[in-house]
T-cell receptor
Framework: GQQLNQSPQSMFIQEGEDVSMNCTSS?????WLWYKQEPGEGPVLLIA?????ELTSNGRLTAQFGITRKDSFLNISASIPSDVGIYFC????????????FGKGTKLSVIP | GAVVSQHPSWVICKSGTSVKIECRSL??????MFWYRQFPKQSLMLMAT?????????EQGVEKDKFLINHASLTLSTLTVTSAHPEDSSFYIC????????????FGAGSRLTVL
């Protein structure tokens, strides 16, 4: 199936630095979701975005639903070692549908 | 919150055998569950949508005779990999929606299949 374009593919950052990653698509999405996956585990939902232009925070995480409905970004401020993992964006095309299209993931490594 | 449990968390089998993976919604009823497949360092690819009491809907390119899905109750869906081969080795993840609750899609912890 179709995948979203997620970048960067991987990041190595120093503890305390801010992080930014984004997803783009050629198609419009109704909902954007950001997940974190740790090794051997399923994805865990971090932030859900339901309206174009919506900016939502969850602790040190902030995500925005692009105005065009074709993109979204996730920012992590003041990174800590436990932020390590793979971050996936996911899009949902229709309200009421729970079928998701996933990005390829951004692998985040935090250097203490 | 909603919890989705998968069992087994990892399994090793011989080529040619069949393996069953269970996905349970522990504290809610799930009329619909989704099965994903994830290869190492890859994203999640939707395999099929499992509907309680009816046939699963498979994504294009997924062999329904190879990956048998049964959703016999509101809390259990099973994925059976039939006549498994080494190329079927992967991480299989299910998800479910608690439509009566927060309407949030919750993922299981995944099941790692290794076919020798």
């Amino acid at each position: 199936g179709q995948q979203l374009n997620q970048s960067p593919q991987s990041m190595f950052i120093q503890e305390g630095e801010d992080v930014s990653m984004n997803c783009t698509s050629s198609s419009i999405f109704n909902t954007w979701l950001w997940y974190k996956q740790e090794p051997g585990e399923g994805p865990v939902l971090l932030i859900a975005l339901y309206k174009a232009g919506e900016l939502t925070s969850n602790g040190r995480l902030t995500a925005q639903f692009g105005i065009t409905r074709k993109d979204s970004f996730l920012n992590i401020s003041a990174s800590i070692p436990s932020d390590v993992g793979i971050y996936f964006c996911a899009g949902r095309r229709r309200a009421g549908s729970y079928q998701l299209t996933f990005g390829k993931g951004t692998k985040l490594s935090v250097i203490p | 919150g909603a919890v989705v449990s998968q069992h087994p968390s990892w399994v090793i089998c011989k080529s040619g055998t069949s393996v069953k993976i269970e996905c349970r919604s522990l504290d809610f009823q799930a009329t619909t569950m989704f099965w994903y497949r994830q290869f190492p360092k890859q994203s999640l690819m939707l395999m099929a949508t499992s509907n309680e009491g009816s046939k699963a809907t498979y994504e294009q390119g997924v062999e329904k005779d190879k990956f048998l899905i049964n959703h016999a109750s509101l809390t259990l869906s099973t994925l059976t990999v039939t006549s498994a081969h080494p190329e079927d080795s992967s991480f299989y993840i299910c998800s479910a929606v608690d439509r009566t609750g927060a309407n949030v899609l919750t993922f299981g912890a995944g099941s790692r299949l290794t076919v020798l």
